[in-house]
């Protein structure tokens, strides 16, 4: 069986992480979706709340799992049998950072590897961050997430206004 894990902080599920989701989900038996519990950068949503996202739309694809995790992507990887890990490329910008990332998980681990998805050119200038700063200063974000996914933003900036 072909596991293969989708890391990410994804702070939230946007439109673009999704198609990564749908796209990915067609190439392995199994696709676990790993939300990073990272201390380090101040998340919008708590773990457990992009968790519950995610489920919930990805909740029509069968072979797609959400789980959170800290520590090593590697471990975690090994943890779920996966041998490799997908990430998305939007643009030039994020390949640099990517492959000193791969190259890194590739020494700490040999059995896992990284795959490149391209994004989708409809989604090639989107980003989590990019969805914020719009919502913060109260523009249309229907056009970036998951329906589902819309109120939930907006509730939290209503509730720090
Ligand atoms: P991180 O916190 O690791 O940057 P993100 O949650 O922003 O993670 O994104 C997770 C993965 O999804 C990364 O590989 C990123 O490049 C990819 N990604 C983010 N936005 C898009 C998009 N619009 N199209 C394709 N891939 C994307």
Redesign the pocket.
């Known amino acids: 069986m072909k596991i293969a894990v989708?890391?990410?902080?994804?702070?939230p599920?946007?439109?673009?992480?999704l198609?990564?989701i749908v796209r990915a989900s067609k190439l392995f038996d199994k696709l676990i979706v790993g939300v990073?519990n990272?201390n380090i950068?101040s998340p919008l949503f708590l773990v457990e709340e992009r968790v519950n996202m995610l489920s919930e739309v990805t909740k029509g694809l069968p072979n797609v799992e959400v789980q959170s995790f800290s520590g090593l992507l590697v471990d975690f990887a090994k943890n779920n049998n996966a041998n490799a890990v997908?990430?998305?490329?939007?643009a030039i910008t994020?390949f640099e950072y990517?492959l000193q990332m791969a190259q890194t998980n590739r020494i700490l681990s040999e059995q896992v590897d990284t795959i490149f998805?391209?994004?989708?050119i409809e989604?090639?200038?989107?980003?989590?961050?990019t969805v914020k700063e719009v919502a913060m200063f109260g523009g249309d974000i229907s056009k970036f997430l998951p329906k589902e996914v819309v109120p939930k933003v907006l509730e939290k900036y209503n509730h720090k206004k």
């Open positions: 989708y890391p990410g902080s994804f702070d599920v946007t439109l673009g992480h198609d990564i990073l990272n950068k997908v990430r998305g490329l939007r994020d990517e998805l391209t994004t989708n989604y090639s200038y989107l980003s989590s961050s």
